[in-house]
Each structure stands twice: as C-alpha cells, then as structure tokens.
C-alpha cells in the first residue's frame, strides 16, 4: 500500500489563518469528488472558521477521562476504519492526554499515512524543535510541545500562511482571534508587535530554507550539476595583494547591475612554505567586502583553481571575479589560477579584470603533512633532470677539460638543482642518470659502462652517495617548510575564526559558516540537547543545506561539551583536518555560552528595568491616589458624621469636589492602563502629518468645563508635525491640565507653540511650587513626582517625539515638547485649502 502524503500548514503565530486555509483546501478536495473528513478540528469559537467546516464529514472524538476531567481527542480507530482518501487533522504539536496509544498527534499522523490516508494538518513556527530556544528567547516562554523537524521536512508540502503583525493584533481587537477577556493581555504579551515580527521572520526563514533544500535535491535525483541561475551569486578570488580593493569594488558594481545579486569574496591560503598574505591586508579586504554588502569566506585545499571552483559551485555561484596575472612565466608553466579557472569553469562565467598591479588569484589551503613537496614539483623535478642532465652532458663533452672530478663536481651541482625542484627522488634519479653518464663519456673505456680504474669507481660511489644526502636533507627541509606551513594554516585558521567570534558575537550561524567554508563542507550543525544522557538533539544555529539534525546524521561530528556537538556533512575529514575542527569547535561553543550568557543578563536586567519601571509607575500612581482618596474622604466626612452644612453652596461644594475626586481617581487608574499599554508594546501608532492648529483646538476642548484659562500663544504659519494625532492630543492635553493642576489660582499656565531647528516645540509652563523631589529631577527626561509626567513622557517617545522639562522663570516647571516638522505644504495647495 502506498503511503499517504501530508501537508501541512504552517503559521508565525496563532490566529493567521491556517485552520481556515486547512478545511478551504478540504472543501476545494471535496467539491472534485475526493472523499474528505474532519479528523479533528479545534475552531476555537471562531465563527468564519466553523462556517468553513460545514458539509464536511466530521468523525466523532473519542472521550477520555483524565485527572477527574473529561477530555476529547481524535478517535485515530475511527479514521482508520472509516479509511477515507484525505484526512484534516488540526494541531499536528499537540500533546494526545495520557492514555492514547500514541504521545504526540504527529505519530497519529503517521498512523494515518503509513494507512495510505493523506492528511492536511497545521502547525505554528514556536513548536518547531529546532527553533524552540530561539522562541523563547524572543517570547521569555518555553514551548511545552514540540515536533522534531524531520517531521515537517518530510511533508510533500509545506505552505505558509502568512499576515503582517498589523493585521493580526487588528484581528484580535476585533475578537476574531480569543475571546474578548483575554485580547489585552494578549496584545500585551505574546503578540507584542516586536515578538510576532520575529516569528513571522523565523517561518519565512524556515520555509525559505526547504524550497532551497527541495530545488537542490531535485537536482540531485536529476544529475544536474551545472548552476540554475534561480538567484545571481558572484564569487571574487582574493590573493590578498595589497591593490586588491579595486578588485572588490569593480565585482560589487557588477553585482550592482543586477537586482537580488548576492557577492562571496574566498581567500584561499598558499600550500607551500612560502610567507602567504598579510593578516592586516586581508582583515581590511573583509571590512571593505562586509561593508558593501558582500560575505567573506575562507577555504581550505590544497589546490587553489580546485577550491576556487569547488566552493563556487557549493555556493550555486554564477558568476567568478578573478584578478588577471602579469607574469608570462605563470602561463608558460601552466601554474596559473586565472588559465585553469578558465578552462575548467564549466556553466560559470569568469571574468578577469585586470590592472597593472593585479597579480594571480591564489588562496590558504591547510597542506597535507604528507610528502615532501608535492607531485606537481615532482614532475618538475623530472622534467629539469630530463633535460638539464643532457644539455650538460653536451657541453661538458665539448670542452673536456675539467677532468672527471670537475665534471662530477657539475653534475652535482645539477643534482641539488633537481633536488631544490623536485624532492628526493627526482634528485636520486637524477643522480643515477647523471653516474650513468659520466661513467660512459668521461671515464675511461669511453663510450663503455665498465671502469679500468678503481678510483674512477670511488669517485663515483662518492658522488652517488652525496647526491643522495643533499636530495635527503633538501626533503627534510621541504617537510619542515610543509609542517611550518601546515601550523602557520592552523593558526590563521584559529585566529581568523577568534576573530570572527569577537566581530559577530551574536550571529552564531555566521561563524559556523566561516568553519563550513574553511573545511570545504556542505552543511554544519551546532546541536544541543537538555541533558547529556538525552538523545533528543535540536539545532541551535546551522550553515550550509540540509544541516544534520543527529550527530548519526553527519559524517563528521566533534562532541563539544556535553550538551553540544558540532556536526558536518561533506567530504570525509581526516586526522589533522579533525583536530582542527575541534579547535573551532571550542571556539563555537565558547561564543555560543558567552551568548547565552549576555542575552541571560540582557533578559535580566531588562527584566529588573520594566520591574524599576512598574515601580515607579506605581508609586507615583500611589502617591497620587492618596491624595486624591484623601480629598475625597474629606469631602465625605462631613456626611459620614451627618454634620449637616450650613448652606446650600456648602452642599455644592462637598459634592463637587468628592465627584471631582472620583473622576480624577478613575483618571488615574486609566493612566496606570495606559502605561502598561505603552511599555508592553500594545499601543499601536500612525505616524503622518498632522496640523497643529487642529490639535490644539481638540487638546484644548478635550479639558472640558470648569473654567480653565490658559494663556495660548502660537507662531503663525506653523508646519506640521509627524506624529499620531490621537496620541499627540492626549499629551497636549495631559500636560496641559497637569499644569492647570499645579498652577495656584489667578495665575494661569502658559502654552506656546513655535518652532526651533526643524522641529516644532510645544513649552507648558506653570507657576507652581518646585519642592526639592522635583528640582532634582530637572534636566532628566522627566520629573519623577507624578504618573502624568512619566505617561506623557513614554507617549511623546513612541510618537518620535522629545519630552524635556526646564524651570519656569520665576518658578515652576516647564514641559517642553518637541517634534519633527513636516516639509511645508506646496502654495498651491495652501491655495486649495484656503
């Protein structure tokens, strides 16, 4: 039987749409004929959602008792015998109650599939394995049920179901989300705009991330190596000359010419003793690449052209930017980067720039500690013995006047030629051939490879035996040179990765792509687990496509601590390349801890500043409260003693100033909820610009009968401000009655709108007593003797807006209020407007 096929919907956060868009795609199945049933379905009371379920078949749940309780669950022996051809199953993270054959609704799921039943399910961002840290750092809330990824990668659909925070929180303020009790402390905590910008942004990774791992396994099954030019990538090889910058800035304006580009500039280190780029040049090439907007990466191999191209098509690069060479030397000797890049790039395009300083490209390779110095200078040896090694026999049988010992003293001078070039066996064959040759022309019988003399023998026993221990001590020095060069790579290697950790402290999946880059691998994984006996592993940060999940998915995995593990998929690694890795391992786990332990102390004393702040809140909304509870209780005591007033006006007062005191108490209370509106994020805003005048007129109006004089002067032709209009009116108007509030009888509060610098300032003055609490507070962004001033403050800073308090001339205090200006509006359309 075949197995079913599961698709899922996945959302950022609850209330997006994916039940809706789940039981769509059951009626759209439904209305071509396929049998369709509701497995399980949690509507939540949403009204839209219900309607969409109607006129499908819906199997009944099965009851179960738990703690007391009933519960419902998906009745999976139901579905399996009612065996329809499409399952809807809601929910696919929840956790079954105790005592249903399976612990998860995914493995009901996969009950289900593994029948030939497909499913339609649905499934938010935070229970994803994988991520559920990153959700808690964004949210402070650890998810209780989860889904191992693989799971979800194994659906044969994956659709997103995306809605912007706005209008989602809009969708909650109109109860289409949860019931109407719970939509402010919602708005307020989990779906803070900040926390559901972050979500969103994770599940549009994510499935980024598996349209990406699709198209490549596509290929794969296909054998289709050469790149689809789905996306520009542009590799530029970098030597590490210190004229290099115009390289990079002529790439970065051919990535400029077309849109969605994506820049990668590789250094690839020498594979030979000889001194490789300089450090400092190649920390400026980064900072230039990383400023304009390129990624730098480091690979390792013992062969540049190889590595360039190799690391280009890992990449699905389209395009490679290499330096021309100057030197015909390198074209005749066929060790030119740029020829065989060329030759060997195959779908990629090469462009080679050049300018009258650029050198070749070449990059670091750890070299291999085998061998002495390669088989390419092998060759080389081979080649110069070949030829060299005739050439002097011609001329020294020419001259003939040297005299066995001069000729072999030439000989041997060949020989350590050879050996300088090629090693040690190059240079012993050379001195095989060079005896040959000596013993038939020069010693006597000529022209025979018998010898009349002893001495001749000697001579040449000799010669073989130095030629031999000048080629050994030439391969010595080139291992030494190799081995220097082997730990001069590692420890740029190290030294590069250390720095990489200090420049991105907090983008840990950077710096495991400069580990994947350097080892030339496809994919790596930093993988955590609760506790070192579990064997649940979730990935904490990840480079490359199709990261192993399980260190038995890897072909390489490195145990960092107990709780991490590094694990790599690509080529085999081998001893020395391993204990490499595990030093970067070190360094990956020591930047992940001193990761998570900045954003634990960046939790907590956030944390220990909303407490400051809600504290002062309060003892200012306190400080507050009392004397207004204590105006009232005056009021009423009077009645309370049934003390009967001696007039009617008496009885007017009394009851004006207890109803005065209620209102401004209830006021007050409204502020304190306004508040915590603003510091949870809940307070949504429209910046545009808004008329000044208007707002006046409305802040004005706003302080109701009773009274109040003002004294309100404003400059004429005043441009607007960019600021929310509700919002701003609110400030105006609190500030202004705080000031009336302050302000002794007779002497009125002062208003004055104008501008200063680009922006428009609004200055509340008043003449009230300045006691020592709020002299002090002067000069900070607000007086500390009051919730008014505080609320007035956090509301102008939402709206971009300054608050500023300054003493009054003569006394008191002012609240200066200053906003950006607006550009003033055209004549003509003043013309319109008047």
């Not at 519960?71 to 022996?77: A, I, N, V």
């Not at 030939?116 to 402070?140: F, R, W």
């Not at 969103?200 to 396994?217: F, S, T």
């Not at 050049?354 to 490209?361: G, V």
Request: overall charge negative.
């Amino acid at each position: 039987m075949a197995r079913g096929r599961l698709r899922v919907y996945l959302g950022a956060a609850p209330g997006v749409g994916k039940t809706y868009a789940m039981l769509a795609e059951g009626q759209r199945r439904r209305g071509r004929g396929t049998d369709v049933v509701i497995g399980l379905v949690e509507p939540h009371g949403r009204r839209l959602t219900l309607e969409m379920a109607d006129g499908l078949e819906l199997v009944p749940r099965r009851t179960m008792v738990y703690r007391g309780m009933e519960l419902t669950e998906m009745d999976l022996d139901a579905v399996l015998a009612r065996r329809p051809q499409v399952a809807l199953v809601d929910e696919l993270a929840h956790t079954n109650v105790p005592g249903c054959r399976n612990e998860k609704r995914w493995q009901d799921v996969e009950e289900l599939l593994d029948a030939g039943i497909d499913v339609v399910s649905t499934l938010n961002i935070q229970h994803l394995l994988s991520l559920a840290d990153v959700v808690e750092e964004i949210t402070g809330i650890r998810q209780a049920e989860t889904i191992p990824d693989e799971v979800v990668r194994r659906a044969e659909q994956v659709e997103l179901v995306d809605m912007t925070p706005e209008a989602l929180r809009r969708r909650m303020v109109h109860g289409n989300v949860c019931p109407p009790d719970r939509v402010e402390v919602a708005l307020t905590h989990y779906f803070r705009p900040g926390n559901l910008t972050a979500l969103r942004e994770l599940a549009l990774l994510w499935v980024a991330d598996r349209v990406e791992e699709g198209l490549q396994r596509y290929r794969a099954e296909h054998g289709i190596v050469a790149p689809w030019e789905t996306r520009e990538r542009i590799v530029v090889a970098l030597s590490g000359e210190r004229d290099e910058e115009a390289l990079i800035r002529r790439a970065v304006r051919i990535a400029g010419r077309i849109p969605g580009s994506e820049l990668l500039a590789v250094h690839v280190a020498r594979d030979d003793g000889r001194a490789g780029a300089d450090p400092a040049v190649l920390a400026g090439h980064r900072a230039l690449v990383e400023s304009l907007g390129g990624s730098y990466h480091q690979v390792v191999d013992a062969d540049v052209a190889e590595a360039l191209l190799r690391f280009a098509r890992a990449e699905d690069a389209t395009q490679i930017v290499l330096g021309g060479a100057h030197h015909a030397l390198h074209e005749v000797l066929g060790d030119c980067v740029v020829a065989r890049v060329t030759r060997h790039a195959g779908g990629l395009d090469v462009h080679v720039l050049t300018h009258e300083r650029t050198e070749r490209a070449r990059v670091p390779a750890l070299p291999p500690l085998t061998g002495g110095l390669g088989r390419g200078r092998f060759g080389w040896g081979l080649v110069l013995a070949v030829v060299l090694l005739p050439v002097l026999t011609v001329l020294l049988t020419a001259v003939r006047g040297f005299g066995l010992a001069g000729e072999l003293l030439i000989y041997l001078m060949a020989v350590v030629g050879v050996a300088l070039v090629g090693g040690l066996y190059p240079a012993l064959a050379a001195a095989l051939g060079a005896g040959v040759l000596a013993d038939y022309f020069f010693v006597q019988p000529l022209h025979s490879l018998t010898m009349a003399r002893v001495a001749d023998a000697s001579v040449l026993v000799v010669f073989l035996a130095v030629a031999a221990a000048v080629s050994a001590a030439v391969e010595r020095s080139a291992r030494r040179a190799r081995r220097h060069a082997r730990a001069s790579a590692e420890a740029g290697v190290l030294a590069e990765l250390a720095m990489s950790a200090l420049r991105d402290r907090d983008d840990l999946p950077a710096l495991l792509e400069r580990v994947r880059t350097t080892f030339g691998l496809e994919a790596l994984s930093l993988l955590q687990r609760d506790r070192p006996d579990s064997r649940e592993w979730f990935v904490t940060a990840s480079s490359g496509s199709r990261p192993p999940e399980r260190p038995e998915q890897a072909d390489t995995a490195v145990s960092v601590t107990d709780e991490l593990a590094l694990a790599a998929r690509g080529r085999p690694l081998g001893a020395d390349d391993r204990r490499l890795l595990h030093g970067c391992a070190a360094q990956v786990a020591a930047s992940w801890e001193s990761r998570r332990s900045r954003r634990q102390a960046e939790a907590l004393s956030e944390r220990a500043a909303s407490d400051r702040r809600r504290a002062e809140a309060l003892q200012a909304a306190a400080s507050d409260l009392e004397q207004e509870v204590a105006a009232a209780r005056g009021a009423l005591e009077p009645l309370r003693e049934r003390r009967t007033p001696a007039t009617a006006a008496q009885w007017a007062a009394l009851c004006d100033r207890s109803e005065q005191a209620v209102r401004r108490i209830g006021a007050l209370v409204g502020d304190v909820l306004d508040l915590s509106r603003v510091h949870a994020g809940a307070l949504d805003v429209h910046l545009r610009p808004v008329d000044m005048d208007e707002v006046m007129a409305v802040a004005l109006g706003d302080l109701g009968p009773g009274g109040h004089t003002l004294a309100l002067e404003m400059t004429e032709d005043l441009p607007d401000v960019i600021a929310d209009a509700t919002v701003l009116t609110r400030v105006v108007t609190d500030l202004a009655a705080h000031a009336l509030r302050r302000s002794a009888a007779g002497e009125a509060p002062a208003v004055a709108v104008g501008t200063a610098d680009g922006h428009v300032e609004i200055r509340v003055a008043d003449h009230g007593s300045l006691d020592v609490e709020a002299g002090e507070a002067v000069g900070v962004p607000a007086p500390v003797t009051g919730l008014v001033p505080r609320l007035c403050t956090d509301l102008a800073r939402l709206i971009g807006g300054e608050l500023r308090w300054d003493v009054t001339d003569g006394g008191g205090l002012t609240a200066v209020l200053s906003l950006p200006a607006a550009a003033k509006r055209a004549d003509a359309a003043r013309t319109a407007t008047d």
